[in-house]
């Protein structure tokens, strides 16, 4: 079983849609992330929730918008997608200090 | 504000040298330390993680040292593989994962 599966896999959108990815972690964790991943391969934490609540929230444009209905979901909604926005974006969580399980990464085109 | 650091970008190496990755981070106040690696068009796979009280951590041919006076990891990969071939990323935990740039991998058969 997946323990961290994100969907989709890929997203290929025009500017100006707005777009959804879902995360779930079947790990029984109290944290989950969001992360991007941008043309240089750096990785940059955008959100952290733990238990259902936000604990990070890096400086992202409000466009991005993270929600988490349960400990075991974090879903990240985009509006009004930019070009700048195309990245591959990672779902991760973990419990406490420990390991950081990620997800295999939604690759976001913005035409 | 932490800043965490890969040396070298990449390194490419015949099959059966040793690898040394190196990692440096400027704030020393982390709960732990954590390697991945990532493939091409992959996710991230954990391979070791190293808490702050921790000196080192080994699985198989790998080991990771931590010493956080001076703000370094060394992941070493004894016998490198083909399949060893990927990159490699330091973060360090502190409010979220920071992490580095990563060092790319490249193991010649």
């Known amino acids: 079983d997946t323990a961290v599966s994100q969907t989709p896999k890929y997203l290929v959108t025009q500017m100006g849609n707005d777009k959804s990815i879902k995360c779930e972690q079947n790990?029984?964790?109290?944290?989950m992330y969001w992360y991007k991943q941008d043309s240089k391969k750096f990785l940059k934490i955008m959100f952290s929730?733990?238990?259902?609540?936000?604990?990070i929230n890096e400086t992202v444009p409000n466009r991005f918008s993270p929600k988490s209905p349960d400990k075991a979901h974090l879903n990240l909604h985009i509006n009004s997608l930019e070009l700048g926005d195309s990245a591959v974006y990672f779902c991760?969580?973990?419990?406490?200090?420990?390991?950081?399980?990620f997800g295999s990464g939604t690759q976001l085109s913005v035409l | 504000k932490q800043e965490v650091t890969q040396i070298p970008a990449a390194l490419s190496v015949p099959e059966g040298e040793n690898l040394v990755l190196n990692c440096s981070f400027t704030?020393?106040?982390?709960?732990?330390l954590q390697w991945f690696r990532q493939d091409p068009g992959k996710g991230l796979t954990s391979l070791l993680l190293?808490?702050?009280?921790?000196r080192e951590q080994t699985s198989g041919r790998l080991n990771a040292s931590l010493d956080k006076s001076s703000g370094r990891s060394t992941l070493y990969i004894a016998a490198s593989q083909p399949g060893d071939s990927a990159t490699y990323l330091c973060?360090?935990?502190?409010?979220?994962?920071?992490f580095g740039a990563g060092t790319q991998v490249v193991v010649t058969p």
């Open positions: 991760a969580s973990s419990s406490q200090t420990e390991k950081l399980f």
């Open positions: 190293i808490q702050s009280s921790q």
């Open positions: 790990l029984g964790h109290d944290t």
């Open positions: 704030d020393s106040a982390i709960y732990n």
């Open positions: 973060a360090v935990l502190r409010t979220g994962l920071q």
């Open positions: 929730y733990n238990n259902k609540e936000l604990i």
